[in-house]
């Protein structure tokens, strides 16, 4: 009994959350941002969602193809009918760039932590440390490039701080782990506002 209940359960948490109309999107503004201030790229796989968390990660599976995008911001108006929008990337996973809208089902693999109350902004900066001595400070500040990372460095009290700022709230796990790569423990999370608005 055990085992026909794990399997249901399994069964349960894989189906998927609804069956969408699809299409693809690209904004008429080249400098579009969405709302989790990302800059718009066609070549990312991103799609809009009006019920979704914004930062979820959510898989689309169609007759023709299978892809998986972050949700980075809320629906335009759309033509009647269609209630999910993707990256044109995305459309060409899904297999759906020939017609630019098709049928997809829809699961969230991950819930996004981005939430719509008043207050969070959704964007994060990591204190990366204070250092009194510029060669440990320009050491911490490289070894922080090379694994990918944006810091800044400001002086101030005979110390260098150094931060990474701008990090999107569904990529702070992953700015985490490249932090502690870098050999910065215990590096602090200040939410910070969005730099795009």
Same mark, same amino acid.
């Given at each position: 009994m055990k085992r026909l209940l794990a399997a249901a359960v399994m069964i349960i948490a894989i189906l998927p959350l609804s069956a969408e109309r699809v299409m693809w999107y690209t904004p008429s503004n080249p400098d579009f941002t969405t709302e989790t201030g990302t800059f718009f790229s066609s070549g990312a796989f991103e799609g809009l969602s009006d019920t979704i968390p914004l930062g979820s990660s959510v898989a689309l599976t169609s007759e023709n193809g299978e892809t998986v995008v972050t949700i980075t911001g809320k629906l335009p108006e759309l033509p009647p009918g269609r209630t999910f929008a993707i990256t044109e990337a995305a459309a060409e996973e899904l297999g759906i760039s020939a017609t630019g809208v098709g049928d997809a089902d829809v699961t969230i693999i991950r819930e996004g932590t981005i939430k719509e109350s008043e207050g969070n902004t959704g964007w994060y900066t990591y204190k990366a440390g204070s250092y009194s001595n510029g060669k440990d400070a320009y050491d911490a500040y490289t070894r922080l !490039? =090379?694994?990918?990372? +944006?810091?800044? *460095?400001?002086?101030?009290?005979?110390? !260098?701080?150094? %931060?990474? +700022?701008? $990090?999107? =709230?569904? @990529? @702070? *796990?992953? *700015?985490?782990?490249?932090? *502690?790569? %870098?050999? $910065?423990?215990?590096a602090e999370a200040v939410m910070e506002s969005n730099p795009y608005t």
């Amino acid at each position: 009994m055990k085992r026909l209940l794990a399997a249901a359960v399994m069964i349960i948490a894989i189906l998927p959350l609804s069956a969408e109309r699809v299409m693809w999107y690209t904004p008429s503004n080249p400098d579009f941002t969405t709302e989790t201030g990302t800059f718009f790229s066609s070549g990312a796989f991103e799609g809009l969602s009006d019920t979704i968390p914004l930062g979820s990660s959510v898989a689309l599976t169609s007759e023709n193809g299978e892809t998986v995008v972050t949700i980075t911001g809320k629906l335009p108006e759309l033509p009647p009918g269609r209630t999910f929008a993707i990256t044109e990337a995305a459309a060409e996973e899904l297999g759906i760039s020939a017609t630019g809208v098709g049928d997809a089902d829809v699961t969230i693999i991950r819930e996004g932590t981005i939430k719509e109350s008043e207050g969070n902004t959704g964007w994060y900066t990591y204190k990366a440390g204070s250092y009194s001595n510029g060669k440990d400070a320009y050491d911490a500040y490289t070894r922080l !490039i =090379a694994n990918g990372l +944006k810091p800044y *460095a400001e002086t101030g009290d005979g110390t !260098i701080d150094l %931060s990474v +700022k701008h $990090i999107v =709230a569904f @990529r @702070r *796990a992953e *700015a985490e782990t490249l932090i *502690a790569d %870098s050999g $910065i423990e215990n590096a602090e999370a200040v939410m910070e506002s969005n730099p795009y608005t």
